[in-house]
């Protein structure tokens, strides 16, 4: 199955934190617009790295723990501020304040792939309140979770929801394995459009393929 997304056009500046006086990973959000530009610490540093290779190869994304982020995972954390910040609510709600210390449980999975002019970041956020199961294989379970692609221009950043990914998360008691399950991502630079998919037991799984088309602007 395939799927074309570009909704919720959002742009954002957010910084992730962690406060050493309480011990609490969190999520703070400033809005810095000057001249129309929203300036972001994550663009410039995006603007800094390495160009990607071959962005139309598929490679595996690689995974970030939110419920303690750490500095390099503050891309990520400013991404799904906002989502973060609901799961946290929506823990304390059910009057679940095992988390007090940290964000509640959130996982993330991206690629990114780097260019001269701009970079572009594809992320999906696990949470047990934000995904579906989809089916237990190959010891993990593949989810259906919240897709967002985060676009850095320079100093200008945009953020778009883009519907759901799968989100392939080690069984309970398993422990992650790429060579039986992973995710994966590739850019086609002709068409622009970004991909998304998931290898279970050495073959695309069914309805996790998704076909994103970057617009030009």
């Given amino acids: ?52 290779p071959d962005p139309g190869a598929w490679r595996p994304l690689a995974y970030a723990n939110l419920q303690r982020p750490v500095p390099r995972d503050a891309t990520y954390c400013d991404i799904w501020k906002d989502a973060i910040d609901a799961n946290n609510r929506a823990y304390r709600t059910r009057g679940d ?23 572009v970041v594809v992320s999906v956020l ?8 989809k089916a237990r294989i190959a010891g993990a379970v593949v989810k259906l979770c919240p897709m967002r692609i985060a676009i850095y221009d320079g100093l200008n950043v945009r953020t778009l929801d883009a519907g759901r990914g799968c989100f392939i998360e080690p069984a309970l008691g398993a422990t992650r394995d790429p060579a039986r399950a992973a995710d994966y991502g590739a850019y086609d630079v002709a068409s622009r459009t970004l991909k998304i998919g998931a290898i279970v037991e050495h073959r695309a799984y069914d309805g996790c393929s998704f076909n994103i088309p970057l617009l030009r602007e």
């Fill in 97 to 119: 304040r095992r988390f007090s210390h940290a964000n509640a449980p959130a996982s993330e999975a991206h690629f990114v792939i780097w260019s001269a002019k701009r970079s």
């Fill in 1 to 52: 199955m395939t799927a074309a997304a570009r909704v919720g056009l959002k742009r954002r500046y957010v910084r992730c934190r962690n406060d050493a006086t309480a011990r609490v990973a969190r999520c703070r959000m400033i809005v810095v617009i000057v001249g129309g530009v929203v300036m972001s610490g994550s663009a410039a540093q995006a603007q800094a790295q390495a160009l990607t």
């Fill in 126 to 133: 696990d949470t047990a309140l934000g995904c579906s199961e």
